[in-house]
């Protein structure tokens, strides 16, 4: 028999109603992740980081619409699951944070209250036990003077101190799995580094599977085991995080890796971002998606997706011209 | 505390509008051509000497002071043409009872029935429910009042006579109240469906569902709390208008109410009355806003009064 994996995501596709078709947005991605691992999904914006992601707990826009695939989570799908099942698990056995913590809190609800709210849901604390719960969890992810603050508005936070609340509401029940959706994109880069540092400590201390969705390779590149670097919809290339980061095969991600600041890189060597767009996903045909921006794009690029080959054990990609050195190495 | 010096210094600055309003008014009224006693055309001297009597034939600066005089010690004076002699205030305080008795009706008609549906358009956006309230809210703010209360009339009390026209007969509210509250009913409806549906779309929203909370609380007490903050800032100008009486309403029914007084003042060139109803109109107003500044702090933890 198959191993169970704590989640598991098999060719999930998804795609959006706009005004007369269908317009996919995830096409057919697989992945999976164990008890205590750190998933980073990395990609430009516009990939597919987010939708593919908010699948997971069933909570896309009303114009999504998932067209194939499953979530096993813990063996079990979650995509059949009725609006009562799934409540269940959210917040519970899996948590999210979220990319905005200035949008994401109710301005008219003090933070312990929307704390205390997932509490009551799924627990059979009182009142009291409940309040110190919360006073525990704002403790436990740095907000100072917790007594006070769990009584304040979201308003009376800054972005950073949201966020950390937003942090302690996803792991007030203890989650199997946390969905950490660009928690620090929004954030200044001091602050970033402490919500990364708080999340590795809080992993470390409660054992919980974490994904981590980011756009820039540097922010996981401490805190990720694995990684899965998506394009228009798929994963083009996914490894251990030693051999996304040393030995990438894709052209997508060493552009990806180029982008990113290393601190030992001298002055002369510049940052090199990735020129160009991401294709509109209503025009794309058979080709290979990133080929129109591709420095190493081969006539076959342009007519035919590539097959995912296995670089070695856990590392995979999507890629013609990692084909062809294959062909030529002649293995 | 800190909230009772902040409603002092909002009185203050609500005393100071009144003030403006008041000499606004008092020196364009006095530009309308004519004056109240020009009616007496067949005795020029009689006009003078009324004239005269009441101190209208003094500079125009001295009439503001003596108004302003006498407005400080609660003196509004009284009525020289629509109900000669009688205390303008009295006559304000008369009327506003009709008016307000209706208008609380109305109000409490438009709020039970203008947020509901509001709700329901914008929960069930661009499906039946939703059609339907919009086709009869955007009727109902496009057609003028007069015309309601015509089509009211005749259908109701001419054609079917099952109610009085008369204001003063038994179930002779019925019709003028409808007149008022139609228009922020239809008003309430869109503005409520279009505050649920920026709220829909917020972030915090996604944040309730991904903890498990239900719909119910979703949308019951997280969407619905939010969308009601626009609506508070309306009812506050809102209450104000239904409650000094829609004009029409008051002239098409009869009721001897505020709206009909300040339009039938303004006609007969009633210097008293036209500043009393407007300074009463305009306190009302302020008050209102006030209030719901007020309620709004409650609502809202944002807002703090400044
Ligand atoms: N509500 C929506 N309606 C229509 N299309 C959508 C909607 N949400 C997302 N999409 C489409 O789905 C695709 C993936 O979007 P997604 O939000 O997952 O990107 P992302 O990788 O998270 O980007 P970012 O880094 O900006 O958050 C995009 O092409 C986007 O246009
Ligand atoms: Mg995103």
Known sequence: MEKTHLLEVRDLKVSFASKKTEVPAIQGISYYLDEGEVLGIVGESGSGKSVSSHCILKLLPENGKIQGGQILFEGKDLLPMNAKQIADIRGNKISMIFQDPMTSLDPLFTVGHQIEESLKKHTNLNKKQREERIIKLLDLVGINQPEKRMKQYPHEFSGGMRQRAMIAMALSLGPKLLIADEPTTALDVTIQAQIIELLKRLKDELHMAIIFITHDLGVVSDICDKIIVMYAGEIIESGKKRQIFYDSRHPYTEGLLNSVPKIEQSRQEKLVPIEGNPPDMQLLGSECPFSHRCGYAMNICARQKPPKLTVEEGHEVSCWKYYRERMESGE | ?306
């Open chain 2, 1 to 306: 505390m800190e909230l009772f010096q902040k409603i002092i210094k909002r009185v203050l600055l609500a005393v100071f509008s009144l003030f403006v309003i008041v000499t606004i008014t008092f020196f364009l009224m006095n530009l309308i051509p004519g004056d109240p006693f020009m009616s007496e055309k067949a005795n020029p001297e009689a006009q003078a000497a009324l004239r005269a009597k009441y101190g209208l034939d003094q500079p125009i600066y001295i009439q503001y002071g003596k108004y302003l005089n006498g407005l400080l010690h609660g003196d509004m004076g009284n009525s020289y043409v629509l109900q000669k002699g009688r205390a303008i205030s009295t006559i304000v305080t008369e009327s506003f009872a009709v008016s307000m008795s209706l208008g609380i009706r109305a109000l409490i008609l438009a709020i039970l029935i203008g947020v509901p549906l509001g709700c329901i358009a914008g929960l069930w956006k661009n499906k039946v429910p939703d059609a339907c309230i919009r086709v009869i809210s955007a009727v109902g703010i496009s057609v003028p009042g007069y015309v309601i209360a015509a089509v009211l009339m005749l259908l109701l009390a001419v054609q079917l006579r099952v109610l009085p026209t008369s204001y003063n007969r038994p179930g002779g509210t019925v019709m003028p109240i409808i007149t008022l509250s139609l228009y922020p009913t239809c008003y309430l409806i869109r503005l409520t469906r279009a505050s649920i549906l920026e709220v829909l779309n917020q972030d915090y929203l996604r944040t309730e569902r991904a903890k498990g909370m239900s719909e119910r609380v979703v949308i019951f007490v997280h969407a619905l709390k939010n969308s009601l903050i626009p609506i508070i800032t309306y009812l506050g100008p809102l209450t104000a208008s239904i409650l000094t009486g829609g004009f029409v309403a008051e002239s098409v029914f009869n009721v001897p109410g505020l709206g009909r007084y300040f339009v039938s003042a303004i006609n007969s060139r009633d210097y008293t009355l036209i500043m009393g109803t407007t300074i009463f109109y305009a306190a009302l107003i302020i008050f209102m806003n006030l209030v719901c500044d007020i309620l709004y702090q409650v609502v809202d933890p944002r807002i703090k009064l400044d």
